[in-house]
């Protein structure tokens, strides 16, 4: 059974950091990546990152690249969100979740099991 715990939630004004961590478990099957999303009160949930399974660079949504770095610990089965210069258009819950399926990173679609979400709110 799949489990996803993101952690590290919180409030900050904007300009400030925090990081966000996802422990998985049960990745016993084949899969691509770890990735982040988040969802604003009333919006739909978007892509934020995503890091393959062997590790790199990541990929970023527009929105936050150079501000925010994923990275991943396969010892620890763990993914983190380092998100730097935060604004209040960061403001969100956000979800890690497991991508399954072969297609473009930002596409919902092609993720399964997803974390309970963390929350993150940034003042101005």
């Known amino acids: 059974q799949v489990q996803l715990a993101e952690s590290g939630g919180g409030s900050v004004q904007a300009g400030g950091s925090l990081r966000l961590s996802c422990a998985a478990s049960?990745?016993?099957?084949?899969?691509?990546?770890l990735g982040w999303f988040r969802q604003a009160p009333g919006k739909e949930r978007d892509f934020v990152a995503v890091?393959?399974?062997?590790?790199?660079?990541?990929d970023y949504s527009d929105s936050v690249k150079g501000r925010f770095t994923i990275s991943k610990d396969n010892r620890k089965n763990t993914v983190y969100l380092q998100m730097n210069n935060l604004k209040p258009e960061d403001t969100a819950v956000y979800y890690c979740?497991?991508?399954?399926?072969?297609?473009?990173?930002?596409?919902?679609?092609?993720?399964?099991?997803w974390g309970q979400g963390t929350q993150v709110i940034v003042s101005t």
């Open positions: 890091v393959s399974w062997t590790g790199g660079s990541g």
């Open positions: 049960g990745l016993t099957f084949s899969w691509y990546g």
């Open positions: 979740a497991v991508k399954t399926k072969v297609g473009r990173n930002y596409n919902i679609a092609v993720y399964d099991y």
